[in-house]
């Protein structure tokens, strides 16, 4: 089956057509070379997604539906120092399907992270990407270890397995976790005998609790 283009369109939807930014329509029309009346779904990013054709700088639209959101999970990371691997975290978690990003303030961890701008366009390229129909919601400057929702599960050597689903993960920082860091009664989860990059961690800690 061909790849059907994917697009966030904000709300309100009260037009029969939904007007497409300018970076969008050249995208589609000549980038992928659309034509008008080829298929294109869309989502305003908060569940709703539809079933639409390419029209004139629009789409037109078609069936919708409201999409559940999926499995609650925050992950909680101490951030990159690296752009680019702040950029490959963002949007590798955002096309998982995680619900929240929180950048965690942590003693090893540089605290240093992308504008919130940045980080939106690259949530929303990520949802496009991978047809979702829900943001993943981020915070826009760090957060503390008192700030995180629980049951709270921490990535750590020396943790245990997997028990339970949590409702938020936590990734510690490229140098890890100083002595007596982690809150005294966050579980530990051991993802395995080799040491991993901050956003490899992330990655493989998501799929295996949303697997």
């Known amino acids: 089956m061909k790849h059907v283009p994917h697009v966030i369109v904000a709300t309100p939807w009260d037009d029969v057509e939904l007007?497409?930014?300018?970076?969008?329509?050249?995208?589609?029309?000549?980038v992928l070379r659309m034509k008008r009346g080829k298929p294109v779904t869309y989502t305003d990013g908060f569940g709703r997604f539809g079933e639409g054709a390419l029209s004139d700088h629009s789409i037109r639209r078609g069936s919708e539906r409201e999409i559940p959101r999926g499995v609650e999970l925050t992950v909680a990371v101490a951030p990159p120092s690296n752009k680019d691997r702040q950029r490959y975290l963002v949007e590798k978690l955002a096309e998982l399907g995680v619900s929240r990003l929180q950048w965690l303030t942590t003693a090893h961890g540089s605290g240093r992270i992308a504008s919130p701008g940045k980080v939106f366009s690259w949530v929303s390229a990520a949802l496009e990407q991978s047809q979702g129909a829900w943001l993943m919601e981020t915070t826009p400057g760090l957060v503390k270890w008192d700030d995180l929702a629980e049951p709270t599960l921490v990535c750590s050597p020396g943790g245990g397995e997997l028990a339970s689903r949590p409702r938020t993960v936590v990734i510690g920082p490229e140098g890890g976790f100083s002595d007596g860091e982690i809150p005294d009664g966050f579980a530990r989860w051991n993802l395995g005998p080799n040491v991993l990059r901050v956003e490899t961690a992330a990655v493989v800690a998501v799929a295996r609790i949303l697997g």
């Open 19 to 30: 007007s497409l930014s300018v970076v969008q329509w050249r995208h589609l029309t000549r």
